[in-house]
């Protein structure tokens, strides 16, 4: 196996340290092993310019297809506007895909 599969390659940035612990999440369920930098830095945020606080997410470079697609149904379903729940109606962020009231999902409603 060549030197350049076994490098580390950067699949994923943020400034969020939740959305980056969201991802670490989804790539470890398929079992992906990921290396992380700047997360340590977040703590910083707002003593340290913003281009300094961002966390990289890493794979291993013969896993970047699998990481990527991944991060694309990710980003397909992550949700870009605030919902409300069509069993309670209770408004919800759009960072939440179930209710954070009754635990519905989003597309139960729909």
Same mark, same amino acid.
């Given at each position: &196996? ?16 939740? @959305? %980056?612990?969201?991802? +670490? ?8 092993k990921?290396h992380?930098?700047g ?8 003593e &340290?310019?913003?281009?300094?606080n ?7 470079a013969?896993?970047?297809? @699998? %990481?990527?697609?991944? +991060?694309v149904?990710?980003?397909q ?9 069509h ?23 729909q």
């Open positions: &196996m060549s030197n350049a599969m076994l490098e580390w390659t950067c699949v994923y940035r943020t400034d969020n340290p939740l @959305e %980056a612990h969201i991802v +670490l999440g989804l790539l470890a369920q398929a079992r992906l990921t992380v930098e997360e340590a830095l977040a703590a910083a945020l707002g &340290m310019p913003f281009s300094h961002t966390i990289k997410i890493f794979v291993c013969i896993k970047v297809p @699998e %990481a990527e697609e991944i +991060l149904n990710y980003q379903t992550n949700l870009s506007e605030d919902w409300q729940c069993s309670c109606s209770e408004h919800n962020g759009s960072g939440f895909q179930y209710c954070w009231h009754c635990g519905k999902s989003y597309d139960e409603g």
